[in-house]
């Protein structure tokens, strides 16, 4: 396995022990055969674990991830894998809370340090913005114009995050929100964020949004940002039935989503196993389909190249304030963060995935939907 892994290396332009930044040091020969075990889980478990270390990851995955050698290195445990995936619902109502307890839940303090003023925890738009947080501030404001807010319009936010989105349409464009999320603390943060705004926010998952409309009221508009991502594959017909009966004949539904060149049942096994457990990424043609005869796509719009760029303004939001959270999670968590937030953003460079919003209409805009950038 040592030589057919350097040699795959080689393919991307990386020596193992060489001297440029995105080469590959090895602290312990047992990595090559952990590796010929379990392929890519093991190659994130062993980077935790401090067998091997690289000063520029990104770049690193930005080589691997552009020539597609992860996908040379699946075993027949991973097949099996997807087998399971293909035949079991991987986001069920029970199945959905683990991404909350394991990742959301992590701690409030954290992801304001890492996120900044927004509070966001999804791609920036950086078409005219030069910091972190006026690039989220754009892309709120590219979401509010996108749907055409006006002011005393009700707004349904499927997936609230960390509350920013729902208190920007509130304070600057007018709107009474009412938002839901299945992760208890930012939740929490929400609720106080929005403090003194027509905001409300639940604790629930997606699928009971109906248990918070009592009144049976249609609303105007409806978003869902970087939700998608934990709904699978079996599931975006579901995603699509239950929003679209939430809306006005003449309202309009943002979706935000990080997308995948490529249909599939399945993410990267560490991801999944540390990061976002049961979540994937959609393709277009697995939202086309759940979109048929549902929606129109007014517009659809690509600026994944953008979450390169937030991904590296977030890891170095998060080392420039690791100090202060060093004690309370520990090293091993700073190297499977880093390890995380940096293979994310070589793989966004090297555009193996892509951030897409698609505006969409229940009956088509009449005389046309005017795009907006």
């Not at 892994?5 to 080469?23: H, M, Q, R, S």
């Not at 097949?79 to 991404?99: D, E, G, P």
């Not at 754009?138 to 996108?146: E, P, T």
């Not at 293979?343 to 919003?357: D, H, I, K, T, V």
């Amino acid at each position: 396995m040592k030589a057919r892994l350097i040699a795959l290396l080689k393919e991307a332009g990386i020596t193992v022990n060489g001297g440029e930044p995105y080469d590959v040091k090895v602290h312990d020969e047992r990595l090559y055969a952990r590796i010929a075990r379990r392929h890519t889980i093991a190659a994130g478990e062993s980077y935790v674990d401090g067998w091997w270390d690289c000063d520029r990851l990104d770049e690193l995955f930005y080589r691997v991830l552009g020539k597609a050698i992860d996908q040379r290195l699946y075993s027949p445990w991973f097949f099996w894998r997807i087998m399971v995936h293909s035949l079991c619902n991987q986001q069920t109502r029970s199945k959905s809370k683990a991404v909350a307890s394991t990742h959301y839940n992590l701690g409030n303090e954290l992801y304001q340090a890492m996120l900044g003023e927004s509070m966001a925890y999804t791609c920036a738009y950086w078409a005219e913005s030069d910091s972190l947080d006026a690039a989220q501030f754009a892309k709120y404001d590219l979401v509010c114009r996108k749907l055409g807010l006006e002011a005393g319009e009700k707004v349904l936010e499927v997936g609230s995050g960390f509350g920013g989105l729902a208190k920007y349409m509130a304070e600057h464009y007018g709107c009474e929100v009412t938002a839901i999320s299945i992760s208890e603390e930012p939740v929490k943060f929400s609720r106080v964020l929005c403090s003194g705004l027509p905001v409300r926010v639940h604790l629930c998952d997606y699928r009971d949004v109906h248990l918070y409309n009592s009144e049976r009221i249609k609303f105007d508009k409806g978003v869902s940002v970087g939700v998608c991502e934990h709904v699978g594959y079996k599931n975006y017909r579901t995603l699509m039935k239950i929003a679209r009966p939430q809306l006005q004949d003449d309202g309009l539904f943002l979706l935000h989503t990080i997308g995948s060149n490529e249909s599939k049942n399945y993410t990267a096994p560490w991801i999944d196993k540390y990061i976002f457990p049961h979540g994937m990424l959609p393709s277009l043609k697995q939202l086309g389909a759940s979109m048929e005869n549902m929606f129109v796509v007014e517009d659809l719009h690509n600026f994944g190249a953008d979450y390169d760029k937030t991904l590296m303004a977030w890891h170095q939001n998060f080392v420039d304030q690791w100090d202060q959270f060093r004690a309370r999670y520990g090293e091993r968590f700073y190297r499977m963060w880093c390890y995380y937030l940096l293979s994310c953003a070589g793989g966004f460079r090297a555009r193996s995935m892509q951030l897409w919003e698609f505006v969409l209409s229940p009956n088509g805009v009449p005389y046309g939907y005017n795009t907006i950038r």
